[in-house]
């Protein structure tokens, strides 16, 4: 067992050392497990030029970039804002209706129709990720998990981990954790940023554990927050990396080389029932 300071807590976490992982993902390749993943960032909101993530998967797992040449997700509704996603599912309503996953500001649109895909939604477990991430100053890296929305209630998220480009070492060194009820009348916003005393520039291993009983998050084996209420129905899986516009609405994009994130795996232990 491992510990590791932050603010005002200090913790220890219950590990799931020697147990074998219900899933266990490598991103190995050639190509995306098709039964698990979708290569597009929320594609209900926009056009598949404009959602279509750039990756490489590989020994060292799978690899995020935001290209020179990316477009915007959605000038329309998210401005100037650039995002290589993979997600674990799709689902929405016709062209028109406001009917769609994560519903992030009001008067969103079907601009795409989606199938409904539930692919790979995780109950109440423990998940997760060793993550290295994006050192640009306005780059976001992320792991999400949010309600599929079979129903508009079923919409909360438990937020694993946030990355931000300017927070990851020094005094400023932080994660952003924790739950964001959106529709879900059952929970309450409980979202933080937590100062940790890592160089979060590393890779590191996240892991949320959640259920009935509520939910925590660790870094490298030692938990740096929690609650009492996790989101109570399938969750969705969203791997981000983010170009986020600066203050005057536009982003510094790349003039070469990508910027990258990488994740090197992803495991999931359901609870036992």
Partial sequence: MATVACAALTLTCVTTAGQRP??????????????????????????????????????????????????????????????SNLQSGTRSGPVGSADGQHRFRDGLLVRTAQPTRPLWLLGPGTLEARIEPCEHRNALTALWLIGFEDTPD??????????????????????????????????????????LALDLRAPLDYRAEWGAWGWRVSVDGSVVASGERAPAYPLQIMLNLYLLPGADGRVAMPSDAPLTARVEYLRYWAADA
């Fill in 22 to 83: 219900d899933v266990d993902e490598r991103f190995v390749g050639p190509t995306l497990d098709p039964t698990r993943w979708v290569d597009h960032y929320l594609p209900h909101w926009s056009t598949p030029d404009r959602t279509q993530a750039r990756y490489e998967l590989g020994r060292r797992g799978l690899t995020l970039r935001i290209d020179p040449d990316q477009p915007a997700f959605s000038p329309e509704y998210d401005g100037e804002l650039r995002v």
């Fill in 154 to 195: 079923r919409s909360g998220e438990l937020c694993v981990v946030e990355l931000f480009g300017d927070r990851l070492a020094g005094a400023s060194a932080a994660i952003g954790t924790g739950v964001h009820p959106f529709g879900d009348p059952t929970l309450a916003d409980d979202h933080r940023m937590v100062p």
